[in-house]
């Protein structure tokens, strides 16, 4: 018998960099493509199980989720840096999204259509892909995966799934609630290791038939590259740099508490978070003004945790170092927190006189930044959140109706908040966006089951 060795990975805390809070095994590209064999045999049972059947699967995994919360919370938080509480809230939201998808076990597949012919019986149903690969970030390890995996299985696919190796814990915990929840043997699969090598294999594999990927746009490229010229469907979630507009008759108080939290949430490391807001210079100091008390009262370490990893951490102070050298001004925090010494701490950081050919305008920092500009009115406004090559979520804050909804017509992103922070998204909602943010169908919704289903039309001649 031929012995396998794997390399093991140590997983040391961002929060105390001294604390090793476990170990990854590491499979090989071999291991790889035989779980993707094995998803690939077990696709025809699968796919023949009553959905609803496979929907009380989903629901019986929520509720080992919920059973679970504090142990996968702790494990998130010490794996990946987010604060316990905002780990509770997702672990919840995780189960939120097995439970919605759970349901669609139950819902309608297709429609009884009109023949031109009385001696046919004509319909549509849809049918599921086969294997799926889905290739997860480490910045919201329990919801991104659920809300791919779910849908995926609900429909009758079989799924290979690749976590982060940042998050590779958690994914296994999460892995092994499926199982106790009665998933059969090969339907979910997890493989832990490098996007260059074992991901790379599930771009490649004919078995494979639809890849869904969250994470950042040179990856996407790389996805699109290998995988672009097969028949494999792809969906492909990218990187935002998200607007607010903050107008002259907007509720400051509600404007400026949103907006700083839409940036320095999951200490900013959000596709979706606050990157660049715009204030009328009718507003702009008072604002200004505001959104600097609301910066103070985050406690790093407490309230706001640390980067994930010495990589974000070292890209994240030198796109802070750029935009000084730019000359934005700096006014606000603007490097690592001097307390927090042990661990990947940066202080939420402000910077004003920020002009649209400064890196800090059009590059997603991912992390605790936000770019503050002065615009006259709000035409300029809506002009400059537009000029961006990412078109994820954007903000409003007005009490102006029409505008408002001009704002929704006229926005150039695929999420549209008023008087609400450019983050946040629901499992029955379309999550999604446009220009680099987004390629293929859209996550979440009713919308999922168009990336993980086909359609298949049936006619009967009862003559």
């Not at 599921?128 to 991104?144: D, H, K």
Request: glycine share 8%; proline share 3%; charged share 20%.
């Amino acid at each position: 018998m031929a012995i396998i060795t794997r390399a093991i990975r140590d997983q040391f805390n961002p929060a105390k960099l001294s604390e090793c809070v476990g170990q990854v095994e590491m499979i090989t590209i071999d291991e790889t493509k035989a779980i993707v064999a094995g998803a690939h045999d077990a696709f025809e049972n699968w796919k023949n199980t009553s959905s609803v059947t496979r929907g009380e699967i989903l629901r019986v995994t929520a509720d080992l989720l919920e059973q679970n919360i504090d142990t996968v919370a702790e494990t998130a938080t010490r794996e990946m840096g987010k604060t316990k509480n905002e780990m509770i809230g997702e672990v919840k939201r995780g189960a939120s999204i097995l439970r919605y998808f759970a349901q669609e076990g139950m819902r309608a597949t297709g429609e009884v259509l009109p023949s031109a012919s009385e001696m046919k019986i004509l319909y549509s149903t849809r049918v599921p892909l086969g294997v799926v690969a889905a290739i997860t970030p480490w910045n919201f390890p329990v919801a991104i995966p659920l809300w791919k995996i779910a849908p995926a299985l609900v429909y009758g696919n079989t799924v290979v799934w690749k976590p982060s190796i940042e998050a590779a814990l958690t994914g296994q915990l999460i892995a092994d609630l499926f199982e106790q929840a009665g998933l059969p043997k090969n339907v979910l699969n997890i493989v832990q290791g490098r996007g260059s090598s074992v991901g790379q294999v599930l771009l490649e594999a004919p078995e494979v038939k639809a890849i869904t990927f969250t994470g950042s746009n040179g990856v996407g490229q790389n996805i699109l590259n290998t995988a672009g010229h097969t028949n494999k469907k792809i969906q492909l979630e990218l990187g935002g740099k998200n607007a607010a507009i903050i107008l002259a008759d907007a509720d400051l108080n509600l404007a400026t508490k949103l907006t700083i939290e839409g940036a320095m949430k999951q200490t900013g490391q959000r596709c979706t978070a606050t990157s660049r807001v715009y204030i009328e210079e009718a507003v702009y100091d008072k604002a200004l003004d505001q959104l600097l008390v609301e910066a103070q009262k985050i406690e790093v370490g407490v309230t706001m945790g640390p980067v994930s990893s010495q990589g974000q951490y070292e890209n994240i102070l030198a796109a802070i170092e750029k935009a000084k050298s730019e000359g934005a001004k700096l006014v606000f925090g603007g490097g690592p927190t001097k307390d927090q010494s042990d661990g990947y701490f940066i202080d939420p950081t402000v910077f004003t006189n920020v002009t649209h050919d400064m890196a800090i305008a059009h590059e997603e920092v991912f992390g605790p930044v936000l770019a503050v500009i002065k615009v006259k009115d709000y035409e300029e406004a809506l002009r400059l959140s537009n000029d961006s090559e990412f078109g994820l979520s954007a903000s409003i804050y007005t009490s102006n109706i029409q505008k408002a909804f001009d704002f929704i017509n006229r926005s150039e992103v695929g999420l549209v908040q008023v008087n609400d922070e450019t983050g946040g998204a629901e499992p029955q909602a379309p999550f999604g966006g446009v220009k680099n943010s987004s390629t293929g169908a859209r996550e979440q919704g009713q919308a999922a089951k168009e990336f993980f289903t086909t359609m298949k039309t049936v006619t009967i001649n009862t003559k």
